[in-house]
């Protein structure tokens, strides 16, 4: 899953329902009082084809793809074909169960499929989890279980668009609503200072966020969220920014994929107007949205970090926007050719 993808849903979702409270003594966050959000579908491949209950083309994540495995006898959902949804709203350390049920999900998926070791394909964030997971298996628990892994769309480097996010909001693509009408319950949400750009890449001499009469780069974290006035904000990016490190190499895995999108306009940097008699200043306006090379949701410094490990099979599909990657002809036609699909396994 990833937060790109089903945070538009929160129209759907009571945005009551959905914002969370942030615990800065234990670097957790807890749902409102008589909440009790869950995901359902573990290891079920329905959780994961769409992101409505009620699927339709505009929200189907990995339908296509799992339309197209289910061609070879061998790929049965829920058995040798598994789904891992979880809640996209927290960091790695707070899915801890996720990661306990995961390990138990591959095990199961191994022997299911005769002692084969599986393909981890993880999309977005949870590229981010997968090496989080990863880091926390010893080498021969994954020279036995794990044959492959394959990154699609991962922000390896972390994203402006969070930013923009956590400042103003963003209501992908609800246009009769209001980015900032979101705001409230992004902000609540750990994921979105997790993924906030690293500054590797985004080095201090270059602003994410220009404004009349201050700028803020990678160095200015604490400054920018002091200013938007959400100081809990700086707290969850200090728990949660050094959690997993995108840019190192998986270890233990000699096969390792990367595939990405590219050639799209991608927030690179963020402008605020001064306030005026028909608006306010910042953050609380809808900025102008500065655009670079990415594939709509995730920078291309990001996304394509990994063609400097060694040994990598690297892909970048162009015009493959973030999600619609997952259902794009090129992308699927990859993923058969890793698995070897569409042949019948004896």
């Given at each position: 899953?990833?937060?790109f ?5 929160l129209?759907?979702?009571k945005q009551l329902?959905?914002r969370?409270?942030?615990d ?15 995901f ?8 994961i084809?769409?992101?409505d ?5 505009f929200?189907?994540y ?9 061609k ?17 709203r927290k960091?790695?350390?707070e899915?801890?169960e996720?990661?306990n ?10 022997e299911n499929a005769?002692?084969?070791p599986?393909?981890?394909l993880?999309?977005s964030m ?25 990154f699609?769309?991962?922000?390896f480097?972390g994203?402006?668009k ?7 909001g ?5 246009f ?25 890449l ?6 994410l966020?220009?404004?009349?009469t ?5 160095a200015d974290y604490?400054?920018?969220?002091k200013?938007i ?8 990016w200090?728990?949660?920014h ?18 990405h999108g590219?050639?799209l306009?991608t927030t690179e ?7 005026s008699?028909f ?16 594939d ?5 410094r ?24 997952l ?18 396994h004896?």
């Open positions: 899953m990833s937060i993808c089903v945070i538009q849903n129209e759907i979702i329902y959905s969370l409270q942030y800065p003594k234990t670097g957790h966050s807890y749902d409102a009082e008589g909440v009790d959000i869950i359902p579908g573990w290891g079920e491949t329905w959780s084809e769409n992101l209950e009620r699927p339709n083309m929200s189907e990995f339908g296509s793809l799992v339309n197209a495995l289910r070879d006898p061998f790929y049965v959902s829920n058995f040798t074909m598994r789904g891992a949804p979880y809640d996209f960091a790695p350390n899915n801890g996720f990661f049920k995961l390990k138990a999900l591959i095990e199961e998926t191994y005769k002692q084969r599986v393909v981890l993880p999309h949870g590229c981010l989890f997968a090496q989080w997971f990863l880091k926390k298996c010893d080498i021969p628990w994954k020279k036995k279980y794990i044959k492959s892994l394959v699609s769309s991962c922000p480097g994203s402006v969070t930013v923009k996010i956590e400042a103003s963003d209501n992908f693509g609800v009769l609503r209001s980015p900032l009408s979101f705001r409230h319950v992004q902000r609540s949400m750990p994921s979105l200072p997790f993924l906030f750009p690293d500054s590797r985004w080095p201090s001499s270059e602003p966020i220009i404004t009349p201050t700028n803020y780069s990678s604490e400054r920018f969220f200013d006035n959400y100081t809990i904000g700086y707290q969850m200090k728990d949660t050094s959690l997993v490190d995108g840019l190192e190499m998986p270890t233990g895995i000699d096969d390792i994929y990367c595939i590219s050639r306009s940097k963020i402008s605020y107007s001064a306030p008699y608006y306010s200043g910042f953050p609380d306006q809808v900025p102008l949205l500065i655009p670079g090379d990415g709509g949701t995730v920078g291309i990001s996304l394509e970090y990994c063609k400097n490990w060694p040994g990598i099979k690297y892909y970048i599909l162009p015009g493959a926007e973030h999600v619609r990657i259902s794009d002809v090129r992308h699927i036609n990859i993923i058969l050719k890793i698995l070897n699909a569409n042949i019948t004896g």
